[in-house]
T-cell receptor, first 118, second 112 residues
Framework: GAVVSQHPSRVICKSGTSVKIECRSL??????MFWYRQFPKQSLMLMAT?????????EQGVEKDKFLINHASLTLSTLTVTSAHPEDSSFYIC??????????????FGNGTRLTVT | GENVEQHPSTLSVQEGDSAVIKCTYS??????FPWYKQELGKRPQLIID???NVGEKKDQRIAVTLNKTAKHFSLHITETQPEDSAVYFC???????????WGAGTKLIIKP
C-alpha cells in the first residue's frame, strides 16, 4: 500500500534554533500534502496545504514565515520550524493525497514527529 | 467554513457491548466523511469512510451511517474488544481536495 515516510520521529532542539521535518511518499506521487499539528489530548489542526511546485496555503493564525513549507517534488515535502520556541513543542503530522490503485484511502499519513523545544 | 462537532468526548463501554460516536457537520457541500483511530503517539489510521451518495457502510464490526438531511454521521462499533480502546476522530471534506476538517475526538475505553 501507499507509504509516507516522515522523519525525524522525535527531535529535541534548543529555543531559537530551526528544525526541518521531512515527509516522503515512497511508492506514489503526492500531489497534495497537508501538514497538521496536534497538541496533547487535542485534535489535529491543519496548518497548511501544499501542492507540488506551488506555494503553500496557510490556515488562519499560522505564521508562514515561521513554518516554512516546501513541496518541490511529487515525493517530498518539508516543514521547517524556524526560531523554535517552547510553545512550538507539539506532534507534527503530514498527510499526502495521492496513491496507487487499490488503496482504500485517498490520504496517507506519516508517523508524526514529536518536537520538543527546550 | 466547515465545522465538525463530535460527541461524546469520552466513552466507556463494557467489553462486548456496542459503542456509538456521533458527529455533525455544518457545510452541506461536504461529501467525504472518514473515521480515524489514533493510538497514543501514533498516526491516525483510517478505519472506515463514507461518501455522500451512500447512507450506510459496514466493515465487519464497524459501521458508519450518514444522514445528509440532518448533516450528521455516526460510527458504530459492535462486540467491542480491548484493542478497540483508542481515540477516534471523525472528519469531513468536500470536493476533490481532501482537506479534512476534524472533530475533537472521542476517547473510547473498553472495560474488561
Amino acid at each position: 500500500g501507499a507509504v509516507v515516510s516522515q522523519h525525524p520521529s522525535r527531535v529535541i532542539c534548543k529555543s531559537g534554533t530551526s528544525v526541518k521535518i521531512e515527509c516522503r511518499s515512497l511508492d506514489f506521487q503526492a500531489t497534495t500534502m497537508f501538514w497538521y499539528r496536534q497538541f496533547p489530548k487535542q485534535s489535529l489542526m491543519l496548518m497548511a496545504t501544499s501542492n507540488e511546485g506551488s506555494k503553500a496555503t496557510y490556515e488562519q493564525g499560522v505564521e508562514k514565515d515561521k513554518f516554512l513549507i516546501n513541496h518541490a517534488s511529487l515525493t517530498l515535502s518539508t516543514l521547517t520550524v524556524t526560531s523554535a520556541h517552547p510553545e512550538d513543542s507539539s506532534f507534527y503530522i503530514c498527510s499526502a493525497q495521492g496513491g496507487t490503485k487499490g488503496s482504500n484511502s485517498p490520504l496517507h499519513f506519516g508517523n508524526g514527529t514529536r518536537l520538543t523545544v527546550t | 467554513g466547515e465545522n465538525v462537532e463530535q460527541h461524546p468526548s469520552t466513552l466507556s463501554v463494557q467489553e462486548g457491548d456496542s459503542a456509538v460516536i456521533k458527529c455533525t457537520y455544518s457545510d452541506s457541500a461536504s461529501n467525504y466523511f472518514p473515521w480515524y483511530k489514533q493510538e497514543l503517539g501514533k498516526r491516525p489510521q483510517l478505519i472506515i469512510d463514507i461518501r455522500s451518495n451512500v447512507g450506510e457502510k459496514k466493515d465487519q464490526r464497524i459501521a458508519v451511517t450518514l444522514n445528509k438531511t440532518a448533516k450528521h454521521f455516526s460510527l458504530h462499533i459492535t462486540e467491542t474488544q480491548p484493542e478497540d480502546s483508542a481515540v477516534y476522530f471523525c472528519a469531513a471534506s468536500k470536493g476533490s481536495n481532501y482537506q479534512l476538517i476534524w472533530g475533537a475526538g472521542t476517547k473510547l475505553i473498553i472495560k474488561p
